[in-house]
């Protein structure tokens, strides 16, 4: 297949990685990669192409020019702005959904609605447009406090803590950002105040064309910035697959208890969702909600699913875009563990120092089970890596269990050198320990 992949990120490395190693099967005939406008590890396997991954008009066109079977879009911004719907007005199959399904994602308030409308368990919420209804908001549910910024904001616009004057301060921070509606239209800012849910959180990703359900393998995502979930929010500092401590039929409990019938409601509204839909869960000692949807695959958990996905990818990808996910059945999995760690810049997720040199991913890869995705990576003029956004790489290791992932992921982080960088070092720690517990 010629397939297109839409994005700059890791997750777009991994997916272009993950379609790249569809030909080591017996008999596979290699797929022709391209991707928009990618990065420089997905340059070693995939043709590059400088077009604003935003622009739905210039990403059809390049489809179009292509012949690609297949357009995969990987980060919620082109979602959001419609780059699906042109692709898919050029009459070329896409993985990821309408502007108008993946407001899922896009609108923390409409998230809600549609939890409302499907019955799906979530936490209490409130949507205020203003400080003073965001106090009486914080003051009925009491600490720790949890204060969302409606619209999108890269994993960082959420503040949870027990600070009632922080949390005031981030919804006046949220009010004061000025806000515009995907056709351009200013908008007012929206603060969505909820009730704190206790327990482990748990990734879902939940493959859909709009009917059927896929569920992949669950996972989990580091959000905190430092060692034991200190510091601020980030995009995710490491992931871990698969959840050796998760209940079993957790998957079948989500997928029917949250992701069908969310699906169905998308198709009930007309506006029927095809792509990723991604569940984020957190497990509490009342049951499990839901802390957050996404439309599209979750950075950094995605690198350790489809590291682990024996079926092809790109099979459950076409048959999802074009209407027929029912033909492919239960996905299949390699029954080992993986491990994601990232490598942030300097001063991540704060103002981030670029331009430092990246040397020794080689020597990484070198390691037993590992690959090593790109994310905020560059060539300088010389031709040489550098650093040019917050989080750098993703170090992706496979290992019989977790704890093997583990020491080999570190290992590998360990002879890549990146000044002034910073990773977690306890990703997947408690899990590989058996130290995570349920609330109960
Ligand atoms: P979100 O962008 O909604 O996923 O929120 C980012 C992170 O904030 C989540 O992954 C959780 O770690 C935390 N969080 C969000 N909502 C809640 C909540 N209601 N209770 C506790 N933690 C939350
Ligand atoms: N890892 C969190 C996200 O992709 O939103």
Not at 187 to 193: A, G, H
Not at 395 to 421: F, K, M, N, T, W
Request: net charge negative.
């Amino acid at each position: 297949m010629k397939i297109l992949v839409v994005g700059t990120g890791a997750r777009e490395h991994a997916i272009v990685h993950a379609l790249a190693h569809e030909a080591d099967r017996p008999g596979a005939e290699p797929h022709e990669l391209h991707a928009a406008p990618g990065n420089p590890g997905i340059g070693g396997l995939a043709t590059l192409h400088a077009v604003d991954q935003n622009d739905g008009a210039a990403v059809a066109a390049l489809a179009t020019h292509l012949g690609v079977d297949l357009v995969v879009v990987g980060p919620e911004a082109p979602l959001v702005a419609g780059v699906g719907d042109a692709v898919r007005e050029a009459g070329i199959p896409v993985f990821g959904p309408s502007a108008e399904a993946a407001r899922l994602e896009g609108s923390k308030a409409f998230a809600k609605d549609v939890m409302a409308a499907a019955s799906v368990p979530t936490a209490l919420a409130h949507v205020c447009t203003d400080v003073d209804q965001v106090a009486a908001a914080v003051d009925a549910f009491g600490a720790p406090y949890v204060i969302k910024d409606d619209g999108l904001a890269a994993g960082k616009g959420v503040v949870v803590t027990e600070d009632r004057q922080a949390a005031l301060e981030h919804a006046a921070a949220c009010f004061a950002t000025p806000r515009r509606a995907a056709d351009g239209t200013p908008e007012d800012p929206r603060v969505v105040v909820e009730e704190y849910l206790d327990g482990p959180e748990v990734s879902l990703f939940c493959v859909s064309d709009g009917a059927t359900v896929v569920p992949l393998a669950p996972a989990q995502d580091f959000k905190r910035a430092f060692d034991a979930d200190a510091g601020p929010n980030t995009g995710g500092m490491g992931a871990y697959s698969p959840l050796p401590w998760a209940p079993e039929g957790l998957v079948d409990e989500v997928v029917t208890r949250v992701a069908q019938p969310t699906i169905d409601e998308m198709a009930r509204r007309g506006t029927p969702f095809v792509g990723v839909l991604y569940v984020g869960l957190a497990l509490t000692s009342r049951g499990t909600r839901v802390v957050e949807f996404n439309a599209r695959f979750g950075d950094p958990e995605t690198q350790s699913v489809l590291t682990r996905l024996a079926t092809p990818l790109s099979a459950v990808m076409l048959a999802a875009a074009q209407g027929r996910l029912a033909e492919i059945g239960a996905l299949r999995w390699h029954d080992d563990a993986s491990v994601t760690v990232v490598v942030a810049a300097h001063g991540y997720p704060g103002a981030v120092r670029g331009g430092d040199p990246i040397t020794g991913i080689d020597a990484a890869e070198d390691v037993e089970g590992v690959h090593v995705l790109h994310a905020g990576t560059s060539r300088a003029d010389d031709g040489g890596l550098v650093a040019s956004g917050g989080r750098v790489l993703s170090v992706v290791a496979r290992g019989a269990d977790l704890a093997e992932a583990r020491r080999r992921a570190y290992a590998a982080v360990d002879r890549i050198v990146l000044p002034g960088s910073h990773h977690r070092t306890d990703i997947a720690a408690k899990a590989a320990a058996g130290d995570v517990t349920l609330a109960g």
